[in-house]
Nanobody, 119 residues
Framework: QLQLVESGGGLVQPGGSLRLSCAASGFTLDYYAIGWFRQAPGKEREGVSCISSSDGSTNYADSVKGRFTISRDNAKNTVYLQMNSLKPEDTAIYYC????????????WGKGTLVTVSS
């Protein structure tokens, strides 16, 4: 059974950091592009970042550039999202998803992890 499981969410003060993990089971992440998405209360889901399978190239939403870093550890079958200088507007449920390409519709989704940025 193909599964993605997110972890690492929690409550953090503004300016703080969190590292989210996206662990895969039932398939090898090496062959997939992995994207991070988020959905804040009352808002539509938005793409945050993506890392390709072919050359490891990355992209980021303008709102997180310079603060978030996506990376992958194929040996651990895990993709990470390092989030620094967190702002209250980063509060959302964060999801990871997998597809052949970052531009794809994302065939596989995790259930999400909640990030709350508040003092």
């Amino acid at each position: 059974q193909l599964q993605l499981v997110e972890s690492g969410g929690g409550l953090v003060q503004p300016g703080g950091s969190l590292r989210l993990s996206c662990a895969a089971s039932g398939f090898t992440l090496d062959y997939y592009a992995i994207g991070w998405f988020r959905q804040a209360p009352g808002k539509e889901r938005e793409g945050v970042s993506c890392i390709s399978s072919s050359d490891g190239s990355t992209n980021y939403a303008d709102s997180v550039k310079g603060r978030f870093t996506i990376s992958r550890d194929n040996a651990k079958n895990t993709v990470y999202l390092q989030m620094n200088s967190l702002k209250p507007e980063d509060t959302a449920i964060y999801y990871c998803a997998a597809d052949s390409y970052c531009s794809g519709p994302m065939d596989y989704w995790g259930k999400g992890t909640l990030v709350t940025v508040s003092s």
